[in-house]
């Protein structure tokens, strides 16, 4: 079966930086677009970033473009989120998501598959 396990989370200062992985097995992995998005407490889940299959095309939500950079090696099967001058705000549950369309993901906010999730932790 599909499944997309995330990893890099952690505790990390203000203004610090960390880079995501999320790994996919189960499927054709260049056939997908791939995103992530992010959960804060008592808040819906947002988007953050997305990239086509090929990696050609990338989008960012507003709150992160600048900072945030999302990348994917499809000879790895992974894709990446790394993630520069952290704020506070930007503390949440990161989730990785696939979807055979680009748009479900960027503009629907939906995908086919998710990740379980690696939480990131920025203090003040």
């Known amino acids: 079966q599909v499944q997309l396990v995330e990893s890099g989370g952690g505790l990390v200062q203000a203004e610090g930086s960390l880079r995501l992985s999320c790994a996919a097995s189960?499927?054709?992995?260049?056939?997908?677009?791939m995103g992530w998005f992010r959960q804060a407490p008592g808040k819906q889940r947002e988007f953050v970033a997305a990239?086509?299959?090929?990696?050609?095309?990338?989008f960012y939500a507003d709150s992160v473009k600048g900072r945030f950079t999302i990348s994917r090696q499809n000879a790895q099967n992974t894709i990446y989120l790394q993630m520069n001058s952290l704020a506070p705000e930007d503390t949440a549950v990161y989730y990785c998501?696939?979807?055979?369309?680009?748009?479900?993901?960027?503009?629907?906010?939906?995908?086919?598959?998710w990740g379980q999730g690696t939480q990131v932790t920025v203090s003040s």
């Open positions: 998501a696939a979807d055979v369309s680009r748009m479900e993901i960027t503009v629907q906010g939906r995908a086919a598959y």
């Open positions: 990239l086509s299959r090929s990696g050609a095309l990338t």
């Open positions: 189960g499927l054709t992995f260049s056939n997908y677009a």
